[in-house]
T-cell receptor, first 112, second 114 residues
């Protein structure tokens, strides 16, 4: 595998379910990010991790819970979501000394 | 705070037409500037970048020049193809703030017709 991978690519879940999104980067980067992309809205930054430490939480509801066990892996744990949480969730990574980010293909989430 | 403004889309062009997508920015420091492209069903791909004033980023026939005096980073291509149909995002990173996150524009959809 190369670049940034995300699994699953598609997820349908009910409002009472608990699920997790996984992101893995194979680029040797040390910063990782979660973004939410909704139809007709700008890209929204959710969380930033740098060397496994969370450095930014953009006022995200607690029903989204990130986890970064190491610099290569990032998870987003989901529970009791709302239909308005349906969106494309994108993971990205970057190197410490540069700022361009490399994105995964995203997980298309549908909350029913 | 930092912000990026892109022209509204969709932009519809015929194949081989000239493309310009406007991008202007507001930043407190001296940002690096980026263009990303998102093809249907995919994530964002870095298209090109420029890190200082008067730098020109280029890739796959696309170009953009960092214009500090007009705070702009317009994307251009001389002859578009149907395969260029995608959503294009302008973004900046403000190194002076130490904040790692990029600030993105709202995206411009490009549709190229045969």
């Amino acid at each position: 595998e190369t670049g940034v991978t995300q699994t699953p690519r598609h997820l349908v879940m009910g409002m009472t379910n608990k699920k997790s999104l996984k992101c893995e980067q194979h680029l040797g980067h040390n910063a990782m990010y979660w973004y939410k992309q909704s139809a007709k809205k700008p890209l929204e930054l959710m969380f930033v991790y740098n060397f496994k430490e969370q450095t930014e939480n953009n006022s995200v509801p607690s029903r989204f819970s990130p986890e970064c066990p190491n610099s290569s892996h990032l998870f987003l744990h989901l529970h009791t979501l709302q239909p308005e949480d349906s969106a494309l969730y994108l993971c990205a990574s970057s190197q410490e000394s540069v700022y361009e980010q490399y994105f995964g293909p995203g997980t298309r989430l549908t909350v029913t | 705070g930092n912000s990026v403004t892109q022209m509204e889309g969709p932009v519809t062009l015929s194949e081989e037409a000239f493309l310009t997508i406007n991008c202007t920015y507001t930043a407190t420091g001296y940002p690096s500037l980026f263009w990303y492209v998102q093809y249907p069903g995919e994530g964002l791909q870095l298209l090109l970048k420029a890190t200082k004033a008067d730098d020109k980023g280029s890739n796959k026939g696309f170009e953009a020049t960092y214009r500090k005096e007009t705070t702009s980073f317009h994307l251009e291509k001389g002859s578009v193809q149907v395969s260029d149909s995608a959503v294009y995002f302008c973004a900046l990173s403000d190194k002076d703030t130490g904040r790692r996150a990029l600030t993105f524009g709202s995206g411009t959809r490009l549709q190229v017709q045969p």
